[in-house]
């Protein structure tokens, strides 16, 4: 089932299109998975947005505590680095936030919260590492 959010097409489009990524859960250990992910991703010339409940600035860009508090324009993609317990709300908030896609990571996988996402028109990729669908693509 999880294949159903894994399209090659939305995943390109995602990696190659999109403009500016909200990584939830993102804080200043650079020993964590989502730092890793989003130091790749600013590195490809992607705008990255922290969002922590500490609402720190990470990777030289301002924090928020949600996404709700985030400025436009538009998050074209949220990557939930939040536990699949967690991940529900965080889509929940994405669609609310007006994000255009949301990417739940490697072992993140909540399907109810994916298929709502992608009901709100959303597109959808879960259970992918963006680092390895970038490197299948080089």
Same mark, same amino acid.
């Given at each position: 089932?999880?294949?159903?959010?894994?399209? @090659?097409g939305?995943?390109? %489009?995602?990696?190659?299109?999109?403009?500016?990524? !909200?990584?939830?859960g993102?804080?200043?250990?650079?020993?964590? &998975?989502?730092?890793?992910? #989003?130091?790749?991703?600013?590195?490809?010339?992607?705008?990255?947005? $922290?969002?922590?409940?500490?609402? !720190?600035?990470v990777?030289?860009? %301002?924090?928020?505590?949600?996404?709700?508090?985030?400025?436009g324009? $538009?998050?074209?993609?949220?990557?939930?680095?939040r536990r699949? &317990?967690f991940?529900?709300?965080?889509?929940? &908030?994405?669609v !609310?936030?007006?994000?255009?896609?949301?990417w739940?990571?490697?072992?993140v996988? @909540?399907?109810?919260? +994916? %298929?709502r996402?992608?009901? +709100?028109?959303?597109?959808?990729?879960?259970?992918?590492? $963006? #680092?390895i &669908?970038? #490197?299948? %693509?080089?």
């Amino acid at each position: 089932m999880r294949d159903e959010f894994a399209d @090659d097409g939305v995943i390109g %489009r995602l990696l190659e299109k999109s403009e500016v990524w !909200a990584f939830v859960g993102l804080s200043g250990d650079p020993g964590r &998975e989502v730092h890793r992910q #989003a130091r790749l991703l600013q590195g490809r010339g992607k705008r990255i947005v $922290p969002v922590h409940p500490d609402g !720190a600035a990470v990777l030289g860009e %301002r924090g928020y505590a949600s996404l709700a508090e985030v400025p436009g324009p $538009p998050i074209d993609v949220v990557g939930v680095y939040r536990r699949s &317990e967690f991940a529900g709300g965080v889509v929940d &908030e994405a669609v !609310a936030a007006g994000a255009r896609a949301v990417w739940l990571p490697l072992g993140v996988v @909540d399907e109810e919260a +994916a %298929r709502r996402a992608r009901d +709100a028109g959303l597109d959808v990729v879960m259970d992918r590492c $963006p #680092a390895i &669908e970038w #490197a299948r %693509r080089a």
